[in-house]
């Protein structure tokens, strides 16, 4: 979890700076009188701020139940998972797939 916080607050500002320069590009086509400037402008401004916080929001919560649930079992025949480890493997504590994700 600490990896994870890290991890999102510093792509978080990046993150941030080029959603943000991108709603307001979009939003200046709002000032448009053609009706369809306007509401491509709009549509596409809404759409980066969904974006952003699906982003920061649901894929962290994503990521979070996926490693606190699913990430020691097999899900299907093609994806490793779940294989019992011996218990001299055990001693170390190795990091969980979604920490491996943000290493």
Not at 4 to 20: F, I, N, P, Q, V
Not at 21 to 44: K, Q, Y
Not at 72 to 93: H, I
Request: hydrophobic residues 40%; charged residues 20%.
């Amino acid at each position: 979890q600490d990896r994870m916080s890290e991890a999102l607050r510093h792509a978080g500002k990046a993150m941030l700076c080029t959603s943000a320069t991108t709603f307001f590009a979009f939003l200046a086509n709002t000032g448009s009188s053609f009706p369809a400037i306007f509401t491509f402008g709009m549509w596409c401004a809404t759409l980066v701020c969904v974006n952003f916080l699906s982003v920061c929001l649901y894929y962290v919560a994503v990521v979070a139940v996926y490693d606190a649930y699913f990430s020691e079992k097999k899900l299907c025949g093609c994806c490793p998972g779940g294989q019992s480890k011996p218990e001299e493997d055990l001693e170390e504590e190795e990091l969980s797939k979604g920490e491996q994700f943000f290493q």
